[in-house]
Nanobody, 115 residues
Framework: QVQLVESGGGLVQPGGSLRLSCAAS????????MRWYRQAPGKEREEVAI???????YYGDSVKGRFTISRDNAKNAMYLQMNSLKLEDTATYYC?????????WGQGTQVTVSS
């Protein structure tokens, strides 16, 4: 059973930065794709960033140019660098992986952007 654990969330002022981490219980190269999602209260889940096993990345329109997805294969970890944070980035952020058609989720980490 794949386990994913997010960390790095917190309270930050508008314009600030945070780096989220997602630690996997096995090699992330075994995953077809990894994603960051977020969900704010009362809103639908939003796909934030994607990284394929080949290293191709995609970003949601709302975060393009501000967020960067990356990974460290040796540490079995995926990251989300979030810069120029806005109030509307406030949400619970989840990492997700797909392996052999099975989808795995972390427990989420809260990001609050507030002045």
């Amino acid at each position: 059973q794949v386990q994913l654990v997010e960390s790095g969330g917190g309270l930050v002022q508008p314009g600030g930065s945070l780096r989220l981490s997602c630690a996997a219980s096995e090699s992330i190269l075994s995953f077809n794709v990894m994603r960051w999602y977020r969900q704010a209260p009362g809103k639908e889940r939003e796909e934030v960033a994607i990284m394929t096993v080949g290293g191709t990345t995609y970003y949601g329109d709302s975060v393009k140019g501000r967020f960067t997805i990356s990974r460290d294969n040796a540490k079995n970890a995926m990251y989300l660098q979030m810069n120029s944070l806005k109030l509307e980035d406030t949400a619970t952020y989840y990492c997700s992986s797909v392996k052999q058609l099975n989808i795995y989720w972390g427990q989420g980490t809260q990001v609050t952007v507030s002045s």
